[in-house]
Structure formats: structure tokens, C-alpha cells
């Protein structure tokens, strides 16, 4: 395995140097690549938070009282009584 050189001809056959063809293509898409998927990753990570945090909020706030009108006071979902 060859190393490339920075001043070398570059592998792709373009007949440019390696540090003004792939090299800097490479660096540029590669951070451009990587911030992309972090952006990505963040919003999906986010939608993902924000569906359990909704789903635990539903589960939690849910109708756990209910009026009782013949009793004249709540009761919760196991049907025990809340002042
Ligand atoms: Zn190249
Ligand atoms: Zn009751």
C-alpha cells in the first residue's frame, strides 16, 4: 500500500496533484458529510425523544379521574376514590 503524497499525481487520474483534487474534495465532503449526518442524527434523535416524551406524557396524563355522580366525588382509573 502506497502512501499518497500530498504533491503526487492523484489516484483518480485526473493529473492534478493529490492536494488540489481528492484531498480537499475529500476533506470538504467528508466534514460536510459528517455535519450532515449529525444534523440528521440530531433530528431524528429529537423526533424520537419528543414521541416517547409525548407517549409517557399521554400515558401519565391521561383520563385517570373520573366523575363520580352517584358517590359526588372522583375516582381514579382502578375505580378507588380521590378526594
Ligand atoms: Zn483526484
Ligand atoms: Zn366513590
Known amino acids: 500500500?502506497?502512501?499518497t503524497g500530498r504533491n503526487?499525481?492523484?489516484p483518480c487520474g485526473s493529473?492534478?496533484?493529490y492536494k488540489k483534487c481528492c484531498?480537499?474534495?475529500e476533506r470538504n465532503?467528508?466534514?460536510r458529510s459528517r455535519v450532515m449526518l449529525f444534523a440528521v442524527?440530531?433530528?431524528v434523535?429529537?423526533?424520537i425523544l419528543a414521541g416517547i416524551a409525548s407517549f409517557t406524557g399521554e400515558r401519565s396524563s391521561?383520563?385517570?379521574r373520573v366523575w363520580s355522580t352517584e358517590h359526588g366525588h372522583y375516582h381514579d382509573a382502578s375505580g378507588v376514590a380521590v378526594p
Do not use: F, N, Q, V
Request: aromatic share 0%; glycine share 24%.
Open 41 to 43: 442524527g440530531g433530528a
Open 23 to 25: 484531498e480537499a474534495r
Open 62 to 64: 391521561g383520563p385517570t
Open 8 to 10: 503526487d499525481l492523484c
Open 15 to 17: 493529473g492534478r496533484k
Open 45 to 47: 434523535l429529537a423526533a
Open 29 to 31: 465532503g467528508g466534514t
Open 1 to 3: 500500500m502506497a502512501k
